[in-house]
């Protein structure tokens, strides 16, 4: 008789990190952002109950205090979009960078968009 065929493939899980970006000075998830995050709503059930982190950032205009508070609405927006999708909003956790974690350096008061951004972590350690 032929072998059996081989086991389906086990969906493994795909910590990220998952990247989405905002407009200047917005908390808006954009279509482009939207299929992001879909494709790590898709990611996260293979990852069992993982935790999710997801760090908000701003880039460099605006004051550092202004941008702290930017990026954690920016995370809480990623927070809802993602537990409008199933995601159950006891494991995500979110936390705020504001200007400090630039991804590109820049001169202060300059606006970047790779630095306005939530990046999505899943897993034990995710987002430190």
């Known amino acids: 008789?032929?072998?059996?065929?081989?086991?389906?493939?086990?969906?493994?899980?795909?910590?990220?990190?998952?990247?989405?970006?905002?407009?200047?000075?917005?908390?808006?998830?954009?279509?482009d952002a939207a299929t992001i995050l879909d494709n790590a709503v898709s990611a996260y059930s293979s990852c069992g109950s993982a935790q999710v982190?997801?760090?908000?950032?701003?880039?460099?205009?605006?004051?550092?205090?202004?941008?702290?508070?930017?990026?954690?609405?920016?995370?809480?927006a990623v927070k809802a979009y993602?537990?409008?999708?199933?995601?159950?909003d006891g494991v995500m956790t979110t936390q705020a960078f504001g200007e400090s974690k630039p991804r590109v350096e820049t001169a202060d008061?300059?606006?970047e968009v790779q630095n306005r951004r939530v990046e999505i972590t899943y897993g034990p350690g995710a987002g430190m």
């Open 1 to 31: 008789p032929p072998p059996p065929p081989p086991p389906p493939p086990v969906a493994e899980c795909q910590p990220g990190p998952y990247i989405v970006f905002f407009e200047w000075d917005k908390s808006d998830i954009t279509p």
């Open 53 to 76: 982190m997801l760090a908000g950032h701003a880039d460099k205009s605006g004051s550092a205090s202004y941008n702290v508070g930017l990026s954690q609405r920016r995370a809480d």
């Open 82 to 88: 993602l537990a409008s999708k199933g995601i159950p």
């Open 109 to 111: 008061g300059v606006r």
